[in-house]
């Protein structure tokens, strides 16, 4: 539980030093909405279930790869900004 609680602030870092809360907030409801392309475009045109199944999964795959990438990000300039300042 301690590591949870550990990345939940390191999160909560990157999003309040890089992004800030509302833009956090907008790029996750896009993220979020757009995974249910496939349900929407349905209304309009007969899509076959397995497209629809395979977008939503490989949205979700991506979502998996891409999300630690904003926290190796912060971690590796907090890294260089400590290596920095041990050698002035």
């Not at 496939?38 to 279930?49: D, G, H, K, S």
């Not at 790869?65 to 971690?75: I, S, T």
């Amino acid at each position: 539980m301690r590591d949870i609680g550990e990345y939940l602030r390191a999160y909560r870092a990157y999003v309040l030093a890089n992004l800030g809360w509302g833009k956090a907030l907008m790029l996750a409801l896009a993220w979020i909405s757009a995974m249910f392309v496939p349900l929407a475009a349905r209304t309009f045109v007969e899509l076959p279930i397995w497209l629809s199944i395979t977008w939503m999964v490989a949205w979700a795959l991506l979502g998996y790869v891409f999300a630690p990438y904003g926290m190796w990000k912060h971690h590796r300039a907090q890294s260089a900004n400590s290596g920095e300042a041990g050698r002035k």
